[in-house]
């Protein structure tokens, strides 16, 4: 799902996730627009969506989804 030319050496942020509800983790990716990183639990499929802050705040790269 890459767009082709897009160089592999910068890769999308991304944050570790623990999904609280099957008890696993994965890893979500920063949207298009930078606004927030969005994923799905590997195992239910529940949808996560969570605000990206920029230049400061949380620089947590791990979460917990109730
Ligand atoms: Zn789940």
């Known amino acids: 799902m890459t767009g ?4 592999p050496r ?10 609280k509800c ?3 983790y ?8 930078e606004t927030y990183f ?3 639990c590997p195992r239910c499929a529940s949808p996560v969506r969570i605000r990206a802050v ?3 705040g949380s620089k947590s790269r791990f979460w917990t989804v109730e």
């Open 38 to 40: 969005a994923g799905n």
């Open 26 to 33: 994965s890893r979500i990716y920063l949207n298009r627009d």
């Open 10 to 19: 910068t890769p999308r942020p991304s944050l570790q996730v623990h999904w």
């Open 4 to 7: 082709g030319c897009e160089a």
């Open 22 to 24: 099957c008890g696993v």
């Open 54 to 56: 920029k230049g400061g």
